[in-house]
């Protein structure tokens, strides 16, 4: 084959090639696309008016709003357990029972105590007759004179039957006997008490339920021992941190553990552990939204009900616990769960807004944010303009001064191929362009 021939045929694949790869540009190149400026790529959205959002996201685990872990207000031996994890109960429904035989040796102890005490204060009290009787009688001795006059001198002499010293003796004895009297008084009035208290503990050996809901703990076993407010030791027992303790007549009252943990799943919380800079944000009675990793497509409203005063601190960084409470019970989802919250801390609706990454922040002067944004004319010019910023959302931002619907704005975003021109629905455009067919092609000569 002749060099001419070769020539010839490779500039013909060189020109197909370039077709092939001309065409290909033309037919996947963006519709939005236009040229790029020797400056670089811009991107612009159109301000729209719209509601702007911001939120705080934190993780935590489903929990029921209402638990009681119900301990015995008296102390005993666990007779009965009556219960078991997994079991669904309701207000009144009796748990455990402790062993009678030791409440009813309690009473008979009692008794036995307050007759003693009763004999007691009925000694003490003849004895303070007697002392009475004593004092009188000295009293009455003492007043006893006897007046003698002698016949030769004329002198008169006064005697007494009785002394000062015999009264003083007696008046002491007297307030001794008081003091006996006052002491096996109030003996007897204690152990009044103490037999009433043993007599109703007797009925407290059965412990009942203060809520309905499911059981999510036992920790006492037959046979174990319990004092007042306390759950039984038993080595096999599972136990769960309680929130909230309540008493045999459902009172409620804060204990480490009771007998069992109680937790009503009509209402859920999700306790979620928000960063230190997020938490700033929390305050109670924000609305938020919350998702379950484990239960796809279920999203449910609620409110911020509670925030913890103090932080916690885990590897030097701090986080604040916050409380939110669903509004309503979701379908599948089970205590204990997974959950993300997104908190909305600031909302501002039908205001003109524009991507947040159009927006160059600047300094708060009372209570005022000022900013810029770059607005592109008709004509393809560009002019930085003074704005007041608003709510700054997760990707938009509310513009209050310097924009109207309809301006176009440059997004901070540099490529190094064509503009693409985008409008905004809650996020900044995104797209790419092309500044023009593939480079490499070229015929030789």
Same mark, same amino acid.
């Given at each position: 084959?002749?060099?001419?021939?070769?020539?010839?045929?490779?500039?013909?694949?060189?020109?197909?090639?370039?077709?092939?790869?001309?065409?290909?540009?033309?037919?996947?190149?963006?519709?939005?696309?236009?040229?790029?400026?020797?400056?670089?790529?811009?991107?612009?959205?159109?301000?729209?008016?719209?509601?702007?959002?911001?939120?705080?996201?934190?993780?935590?685990?489903?929990?029921?709003?209402?638990?009681?872990?119900?301990?015995?207000?008296?102390?005993?031996?666990?007779?009965?357990?009556?219960?078991?994890?997994?079991?669904?109960?309701?207000i009144?429904?009796v748990?455990?029972?402790l062993?009678?035989?030791?409440?009813?040796?309690?009473?008979?102890?009692?008794?036995?105590?307050?007759?003693s005490?009763?004999?007691?204060?009925s000694?003490?009290?003849?004895?303070?007759?007697?002392?009475?009787?004593?004092?009188?009688?000295?009293?009455?001795?003492?007043?006893?004179?006897?007046?003698?006059?002698?016949?030769?001198?004329?002198?008169?002499?006064?005697?007494?039957?009785?002394?000062?010293?015999?009264?003083?003796?007696?008046?002491?004895?007297?307030?001794?006997?008081?003091?006996?009297?006052?002491?096996?008084?109030?003996?007897?009035s204690?152990?009044?008490?103490?037999?009433?208290?043993?007599?109703?503990?007797?009925?407290?050996?059965?412990?009942?339920?203060?809520?309905?809901?499911?059981?999510?703990?036992?920790?006492?076993?037959?046979?174990?021992?319990?004092?007042?407010?306390?759950?039984?030791?038993?080595?096999?027992?599972?136990?769960?941190?309680?929130?909230?303790?309540?008493?045999?007549?459902?009172?409620?009252?804060?204990?480490?553990?009771?007998?069992?943990?109680?937790?009503?799943?009509?209402?859920?919380?999700?306790?979620?552990?928000?960063?230190?800079?997020?938490?700033a944000?929390?305050?109670?009675?924000? *609305?938020? +939204? @919350?998702?379950?990793? $484990? &239960?796809?497509?279920? %999203?449910? !409203?609620?409110?911020? #009900? =509670?925030?913890?005063? /103090?932080?916690t601190?885990?590897?030097?960084?701090?986080?604040?616990?916050?409380?939110?409470?669903?509004?309503?019970?979701?379908?599948?989802?089970?205590?204990?769960?997974?959950?993300?919250?997104?908190?909305?801390?600031?909302?501002?609706?039908? *205001?003109? +807004? @524009?991507?947040?990454? $159009? &927006?160059?922040?600047? %300094?708060? !002067?009372?209570?005022? #944010? =000022?900013?810029?944004? /770059?607005?592109?004319?008709?004509?393809?010019?560009?002019?930085?303009?003074?704005?007041?910023?608003?709510?700054?959302?997760?990707?938009?931002?509310?513009?209050?001064?310097?924009?109207?619907?309809?301006?176009?704005?440059?997004?901070?975003?540099?490529?190094?191929?064509?503009?693409?021109?985008?409008?905004?629905?809650?996020l900044?455009?995104?797209?790419?362009?092309?500044?023009?067919?593939p480079?490499?092609?070229?015929?030789?000569?």
């Amino acid at each position: 084959m002749t060099r001419r021939k070769t020539l010839l045929i490779n500039g013909a694949l060189v020109g197909v090639l370039a077709l092939i790869g001309g065409g290909t540009w033309f037919a996947l190149r963006p519709a939005s696309a236009t040229g790029s400026s020797s400056t670089g790529t811009v991107r612009t959205a159109t301000a729209i008016r719209a509601t702007v959002l911001s939120t705080i996201s934190a993780q935590g685990n489903v929990e029921a709003a209402t638990t009681a872990s119900p301990a015995f207000s008296v102390s005993g031996t666990v007779a009965t357990v009556d219960v078991s994890v997994g079991d669904t109960v309701t207000i009144g429904q009796v748990l455990g029972t402790l062993d009678p035989a030791d409440l009813q040796d309690a009473v008979t102890k009692a008794k036995e105590q307050l007759a003693s005490a009763k004999q007691q204060l009925s000694t003490a009290a003849l004895q303070r007759t007697s002392a009475q009787q004593s004092v009188d009688e000295a009293k009455a001795a003492y007043a006893d004179v006897t007046t003698v006059t002698d016949p030769k001198t004329g002198t008169t002499t006064t005697s007494r039957r009785g002394t000062q010293s015999q009264i003083t003796s007696s008046q002491a004895q007297l307030s001794n006997a008081q003091g006996q009297v006052t002491s096996a008084t109030n003996a007897v009035s204690q152990d009044e008490t103490a037999l009433t208290t043993a007599e109703a503990a007797v009925g407290k050996a059965k412990l009942t339920a203060p809520i309905g809901g499911v059981v999510t703990a036992v920790s006492a076993t037959v046979g174990s021992a319990v004092s007042t407010g306390t759950a039984g030791a038993s080595s096999s027992a599972s136990s769960t941190a309680a929130s909230s303790a309540a008493s045999n007549s459902a009172a409620a009252s804060t204990t480490a553990a009771g007998f069992a943990t109680i937790e009503d799943p009509a209402k859920l919380q999700v306790r979620a552990s928000f960063a230190e800079a997020d938490a700033a944000q929390l305050s109670v009675g924000q *609305v938020a +939204s @919350v998702t379950f990793p $484990a &239960v796809a497509g279920v %999203t449910v !409203t609620a409110k911020v #009900t =509670a925030i913890a005063p /103090t932080g916690t601190a885990s590897n030097g960084v701090v986080s604040y616990a916050g409380t939110v409470t669903l509004d309503t019970r979701p379908d599948g989802v089970r205590l204990g769960q997974t959950a993300s919250v997104s908190a909305t801390t600031a909302e501002a609706k039908g *205001v003109v +807004s @524009v991507p947040s990454n $159009a &927006v160059t922040v600047g %300094t708060t !002067t009372n209570g005022k #944010t =000022a900013g810029t944004v /770059t607005v592109v004319a008709a004509d393809g010019t560009q002019k930085v303009t003074n704005v007041t910023i608003g709510v700054q959302g997760d990707t938009s931002t509310e513009i209050s001064s310097g924009l109207t619907v309809g301006d176009k704005v440059v997004i901070s975003l540099d490529t190094s191929v064509g503009a693409v021109t985008s409008n905004q629905s809650g996020l900044g455009g995104i797209g790419g362009g092309f500044n023009g067919p593939p480079s490499g092609f070229g015929g030789q000569g």
